[in-house]
């Protein structure tokens, strides 16, 4: 799984003119899932620990003005976006290769899980795209702060199926 982080003022997703989701000040979170992703993942500790890093990077300022709140803390809200091209493999020639990202229907019920356990950590803060549209998605970007997280680098050795 590959989280790409964005701290923003707000968010939004349309689809076909249509707003689909909105948020205020939070995250702005874009999900990738590779092929050795599977329906296990979820289960893990290492999705665990990807969850509560999410929503407990101290990223959002303290008094002083220095980053040391975390979401929770904040208060803030986050968007989730599914977005598969984060397993591009850029490695030959001009046209990426999708090869590495998840299956459709794995990345599908991997992404709407997420949206769910973000959920559960943070009721009623969490807004998603839809899976597999064509998202036009704004934002303004706090700072701008943007992060990369990916599993197999945080938590290499937790074992997915563990």
């Known amino acids: 799984m590959r989280l790409v ?9 349309r689809v076909d003119d249509t707003p ?28 665990n620990a990807m969850c509560d890093k999410l929503i407990d990077l101290r990223i959002f300022p303290d008094a002083e003005g220095r980053m040391n709140r975390s979401l929770r803390e904040h208060g803030g809200e986050v968007l989730l976006v599914s977005q598969f091209t984060l397993y591009a493999d850029l490695r030959r020639g001009r046209r990426p290769s999708f090869q590495t990202a998840a299956p459709p229907d794995t990345a599908r019920n991997l992404y709407e899980r997420l949206v769910h356990d973000i959920d559960a950590r943070l009721p009623g803060r969490v807004s998603s795209g839809i899976f597999g549209a064509l998202m036009h998605v704004s934002l303004i970007n706090w700072g701008p702060v943007t992060l990369c997280l990916d599993d197999a680098e945080l938590f290499p050795e937790a074992s997915v199926a563990g």
């Open 5 to 13: 982080v964005q701290r923003v003022l707000e968010a939004g997703v």
């Open 20 to 47: 689909v989701a909105t948020i205020g000040t939070g995250l702005l979170v874009l999900a990738g899932f590779g092929k050795d992703d599977d329906e296990t993942l979820p289960d893990s500790r290492r999705w």
